[in-house]
């Protein structure tokens, strides 16, 4: 009996453990995708105003290198994500563009306020899950505009 109370109590650790890193990263790219986009819609407040600026949301969806980048206050005069300081999406196109090992190169295309939208995200898959190294647009990438911008 004392064995098996030992093997329940190493379950629920290794269960808290896996709760505890499951709040970054996602499970597929184009899960990714659709999780950051989800933010761009049109209903409740909390998934209306794009994607939060917190800690929290920077830990779930980008990598170490671009988080504080990502939550730090900023100026920009739009958001990155829908090239546009204002936003009604039309359906979102995910397309992969290539695959390699942990990395992914997506293209995701949609229509905002009735201009097509294309930006090309570099996802990596880390111990967490998938999230975001970077986004590139024809002319800037995040990284570069989160620099630009910043305070």
């Given at each position: 009996?004392?064995?098996v109370?030992?093997?329940a109590?190493?379950?629920?650790?290794?269960a808290?453990?896996g709760a505890?890193?499951?709040d970054?990263?996602?499970?597929t790219?184009?899960?990714?995708?659709r999780?950051?986009?989800?933010?761009y819609?049109?209903?409740s407040p909390a998934?209306?105003n794009g994607?939060?600026r917190?800690e929290?949301?920077?830990?779930?969806f980008?990598?170490?290198?671009?988080?504080?980048a990502?939550?730090?206050?900023?100026?920009a005069?739009?958001d990155?994500?829908v090239?546009?300081?204002?936003w009604?999406?039309g359906?979102?196109?995910?397309?992969?563009l290539?695959?390699?090992f942990?990395?992914t190169?997506?293209?995701?295309?949609?229509?905002n306020?009735?201009?097509a939208?294309?930006?090309?995200f570099?996802?990596?898959?880390?111990?967490?899950?998938w999230?975001i190294?970077?986004?590139?647009?024809?002319?800037?990438?995040?990284?570069?505009?989160l620099t630009?911008?910043?305070r």
């Amino acid at each position: 009996m004392g064995r098996v109370n030992i093997l329940a109590g190493f379950s629920l650790v290794a269960a808290a453990l896996g709760a505890a890193t499951a709040d970054a990263g996602f499970r597929t790219p184009e899960s990714l995708i659709r999780n950051v986009y989800a933010y761009y819609g049109k209903g409740s407040p909390a998934f209306s105003n794009g994607l939060p600026r917190d800690e929290d949301a920077a830990r779930q969806f980008f990598d170490s290198s671009l988080r504080t980048a990502w939550s730090a206050p900023h100026d920009a005069p739009y958001d990155f994500l829908v090239q546009s300081p204002t936003w009604r999406l039309g359906p979102i196109s995910i397309a992969i563009l290539r695959r390699q090992f942990d990395r992914t190169d997506l293209t995701v295309s949609f229509d905002n306020e009735g201009r097509a939208v294309t930006l090309n995200f570099i996802v990596v898959n880390g111990p967490d899950g998938w999230v975001i190294s970077d986004v590139e647009s024809p002319h800037d990438s995040l990284r570069m505009f989160l620099t630009q911008f910043k305070r």
